[in-house]
């Protein structure tokens, strides 16, 4: 099955959110209706600025996209999503999904 990852630059947190329940979050977003095995789950600071990635697998591009959107809103839910991008692995390179 393909392998694909959200990745989201966070930003501000909404009133009473925990960070450390964020990326959990994320996490279970993905696999919250079964249509999705999350590999991984990750947070980094790059350039400054907070990064989440979940990674999960999914029957297809547009599947996969769906989830995309779902992940970012249910993090939106607990913090500003400034950017965010859904991209697919191929052999050892990441490409965007459209």
């Known amino acids: 099955m393909p392998s694909f990852r959200v990745t989201m630059v966070?930003?501000?947190?909404r009133d009473g959110v925990q960070p450390q329940s964020v990326l959990p979050a994320a996490a279970a977003a993905a696999?919250?209706?079964?249509?999705a095995t999350v590999e991984a789950s990750?947070?980094?600071i790059v350039a400054g600025a907070a990064r989440?990635?979940?990674?999960?697998?999914?029957?297809?591009?547009?599947?996969?996209?769906?989830?995309?959107?779902?992940?970012?809103a249910a993090t939106g839910e607990l913090a500003?999503?400034?950017r965010w991008q859904v991209t697919e692995r191929v052999k050892s390179r990441w490409y965007p999904v459209g």
Do not use: S
Request: hydrophobic share 50%.
């Open 31 to 35: 696999a919250a209706e079964g249509l």
């Open 80 to 82: 500003e999503t400034q």
């Open 42 to 44: 990750d947070l980094a």
């Open 52 to 72: 989440i990635t979940v990674r999960f697998t999914a029957e297809d591009a547009e599947l996969a996209r769906q989830i995309g959107e779902h992940v970012v």
């Open 10 to 13: 966070i930003g501000a947190l």
